[in-house]
Each structure stands twice: as C-alpha cells, then as structure tokens.
Nanobody, 121 residues
C-alpha cells in the first residue's frame, strides 16, 4: 500500500519561508509526476506546482518566483520551498504523486492527507 505523508507546515509570518516535504512509502515501481495542491477555507483545491520524473516544473502564476518544487527520487520525496509568503498562501497543502505500483500496471494518483500552512501578520 502506497502512502504519501506531508510535513513542514506550520505558522509563519508574512514574508517568511517554509519548506514542505512529502515522502512516499510502500512498494512501488516508479513515481512519475509529483505535485503540490492547496485548499483554503471555502475555496476549491488548486494546483500550486508540479515536477515530472525528468525534472520539468510547472508553477501557478500566483506562486511563480516565490515557490520552488524539487524532488529527491532516492528518498521518494518531493519538496516545496515557499518564500515571501503572503496571507493568501494560507491553506492546507496536499501532495500528489502519480505512481506505478508494478512495471506493467497503470499509473495511479495518490494523495497525502495534507499539512496546514498559516500565515500571520
């Protein structure tokens, strides 16, 4: 059973930084695209950033230049470095990974349970 566990959330002042991490555990063959999403109260979940297995990245316009996504395949981990945090960045941040559990199986999307990011004045 594959599981994704996020960490690194917390309370930070506006303008500050946080680094989120998401680690996959369990048995699987390959982990392809990984990404971070967020959901603020009363809002839909939105895409923040993704990174492919080849290292290609995508960022939502709202975080470009402030957030950086990176992966460490040796540790089955994806990170999200968040700098210059704004009030509107406050949300629950979720990790998602597209994983093949076997060589001949299909790619399936797995989600973590989320980590809270709170931005204060």
């Amino acid at each position: 059973q594959v599981q994704l566990v996020e960490s690194g959330g917390g309370l930070v002042q506006a303008g500050g930084s946080l680094r989120l991490s998401c680690t996959a555990s369990g048995s699987f063959f390959n982990m392809n695209r990984m990404g971070w999403y967020r959901q603020a109260p009363g809002k839909q979940r939105e895409l923040v950033a993704t990174i492919t297995g080849q290292g290609s990245t995508y960022y939502a316009d709202s975080v470009k230049g402030r957030f950086t996504i990176a992966r460490d395949d040796a540790k089955s981990t994806v990170h999200l470095q968040m700098n210059s945090l704004k009030f509107e960045d406050a949300a629950i941040y979720y990790c998602k990974a597209e994983i093949m559990t076997t060589r001949w199986g299909q790619e399936v999307g797995y989600w973590g349970r989320g980590t809270q990011v709170t931005v204060s004045s």
